[in-house]
C-alpha cells in the first residue's frame, strides 16, 4: 500500500511538472500575442496623421479630436508594453517624443487657437521623424499631406460651408 503511495506521488510529481511547463509556454506566447506589432502600430500612425492633416485643414474640431484620441491610444498601447525594437526603446522613446507634442495639439486644440494647432501638428510629424532618425529609420520621412485628398472621405465639418 505504500508502494502504491509512493507511485501516486511521484505520478503527480511528474505531471505538475509537464503542467507547469505547459503553463509557463503559454504565458510566454500569450505576452507576445499582446505586445504590439510595431510595423502594424506605425502604419496606423500613418494613416491617422494624414487623415488629421485635411481635418486640421477643414478646422474640424471634432474630427480632430477624434483623430487626437485614436493617437493617443495607439503611443499609450507601445509605452504600456515598454516596447523595444531591434535594442531600441520604442517604448520609452515614443513617450518622451511623441506622447508630449500630442498632449499640446490637443491643448492647442481647446485654445481654438487655428495657427498654434496647425503649428503643434507640424511638431507632431518632426517629432515621428526624429525618432526615426533616433532609431536608426532616418529614411523613413512622415510628410503632412498630398494636394488633394487621397481618402474616399470628405473632412469638413458637416453643416457648414
Ligand atoms: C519611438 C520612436 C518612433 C516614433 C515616435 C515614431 N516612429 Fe515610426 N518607426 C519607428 C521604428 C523603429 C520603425 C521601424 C519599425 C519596423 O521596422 O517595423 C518605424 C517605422 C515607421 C513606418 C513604416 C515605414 C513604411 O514605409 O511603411 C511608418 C509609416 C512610421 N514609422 C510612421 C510614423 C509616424 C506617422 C509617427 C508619428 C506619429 C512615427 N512613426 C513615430 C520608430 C518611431
Known sequence: ??????????????????LWVKVNTLEVVIAEMNQPDLYEAMTMMQTIVHKLNYAIESENSDLIDFYVHELEEITEDIVDADLYYHGEPVGELTDSMLEPVIDELE???????????????????????NCHVATGYDSIIITG??????????????GRQ
Do not use: H, Y
Open 107 to 129: 491643448d492647442a486644440l481647446d485654445s481654438s487657437d487655428w495657427n498654434r494647432v496647425r503649428d503643434r501638428n507640424q511638431a507632431i510629424i518632426q517629432a515621428c521623424n
Open 145 to 158: 499631406q498630398s494636394e488633394s485628398n487621397p481618402f474616399n472621405q470628405d473632412f469638413s465639418t458637416p
Open 1 to 18: 500500500m505504500n508502494k502504491f503511495l509512493a507511485a501516486l506521488c511521484a505520478l503527480f510529481i511528474i505531471v505538475s511538472g509537464i
